[in-house]
Each structure stands twice: as C-alpha cells, then as structure tokens.
Nanobody, 115 residues
Framework: QLQLVESGGGLVHPGGSLRLSCEAS????????MNWFRQAPGKERELVAR????????NYADSVKGRFTISRGNGRNTAYLEMNNLKPEDTAMYIC????????WGQGTQVTVSS
C-alpha cells in the first residue's frame, strides 16, 4: 500500500527552526523525486523544495533559498526539510509529494510561525 507519512510541523517563533520528515513506503516503481509543497489559506499550492534521490540534485523556491535545506535519508524514499530563520510568511500546510510516473501526496503537516 502506497503511503507517505509526514512529521515535524508545529508552532515556532520568527527566526526559529523546524525539521520536517517525509517517509514514502509501498512504492514498486522508483521514486523520481521527493518534493515539499506548501499551501497557505487563500493561496495556491507552491513547490518549496525537491530532491532527486539518485543524483542528490536539489531545487528551491526563491523565497526559501538560503534558509531551507532538503536532504534524503539513508533510504531514497525518505526526505527531510530543514527550515531555519522561519518567517511568518512561511506559515502554511506543508505537504510531501513523491513523484514516480504519478504524484502521490501525504496528508500534510502544519507549520505556524508566530510571535
């Protein structure tokens, strides 16, 4: 059974840090990329960061470059998102997506940045 499990969200003060985890299981096909999206109320879903597990290549949205780091776990189907110097505008539901020939989505984990 295909499953994506996210963890690590929460409430943090501006300037703080959080680490999100996403573990994908049950995939019979190779995962081409692991992706973190976010969606804030009233806004479109946006790609925050992605990693290609085989090569280790990463991409970031301009708004998070230099503050967020995506990495892979020992298994290629695990991805982490280290978020530093968080800002109130980073507040959103963060959703993991594993891309094979299709996209598979997790339930999301809420990140709230507030003083």
């Amino acid at each position: 059974q295909l499953q994506l499990v996210e963890s690590g969200g929460g409430l943090v003060h501006p300037g703080g840090s959080l680490r999100l985890s996403c573990e994908a299981s049950g995939f019979s096909n190779s995962v081409l990329s692991m992706n973190w999206f976010r969606q804030a109320p009233g806004k479109e879903r946006e790609l925050v960061a992605r990693i290609f597990p085989v090569s280790g290549t990463t991409n970031y949205a301009d708004s998070v470059k230099g503050r967020f780091t995506i990495s892979r776990g020992n298994g290629r189907n695990t991805a982490y998102l280290e978020m530093n110097n968080l800002k109130p505008e980073d507040t959103a539901m963060y959703i993991c997506c594993a891309r094979t020939t299709n996209d598979y989505w997790g339930q999301g984990t809420q990140v709230t940045v507030s003083s």
